[in-house]
């Protein structure tokens, strides 16, 4: 499995930016996708992870706190890829964004451990 993400960038406060991660591999549909972010001297922390029910044809979300009502995740399982909407950005969010795969099919896992393949991350830069 391989995971490329792209569309970071510098934006000003209060900007828009939509990351993208294209997996390689077939199961990409099988599994929850996650996206993680580590800020200059911290700890890589969950943003927000994505499951999919093939019977359903729907996923379930879930978003991290400090990001909640600014970020959306999503994806195309026909193209294999996740995406990352973030609106309302702010100065704290620069980051360098991984997305990552999970080898559970719904378990949206929130810790680095529940997601055995990453990208090689995008860094996001929000000016003042």
């Known amino acids: 499995v391989q995971l490329q993400a792209s569309g970071g960038g510098l934006v000003q406060a209060g900007g828009s930016l939509r990351l993208s991660c294209a997996a390689s591999?077939?199961?990409?549909?099988?599994?929850?996708m996650g996206w993680f972010r580590q800020a200059p001297g911290k700890g890589r922390e969950f943003v927000a992870g994505i499951s999919w029910n093939i019977s359903w044809n729907s996923g379930r979300t879930y978003v991290g706190d400090s990001v909640k009502g600014r970020f959306t995740i999503s994806r195309d399982n026909a193209q294999n890829t996740v995406y990352l909407q973030m609106n309302s950005l702010k100065p704290e969010d620069t980051a360098v964004y991984y997305c990552?795969?999970?080898?559970?099919?719904?378990?949206?896992?929130?810790?680095?451990?529940?997601?055995?393949?990453w990208g090689q991350g995008t860094q996001v830069t929000v000016s003042s």
């Open positions: 591999g077939s199961t990409f549909s099988s599994y929850v």
């Open positions: 990552a795969l999970s080898r559970s099919r719904s378990y949206v896992g929130l810790n680095i451990g529940d997601y055995p393949y």
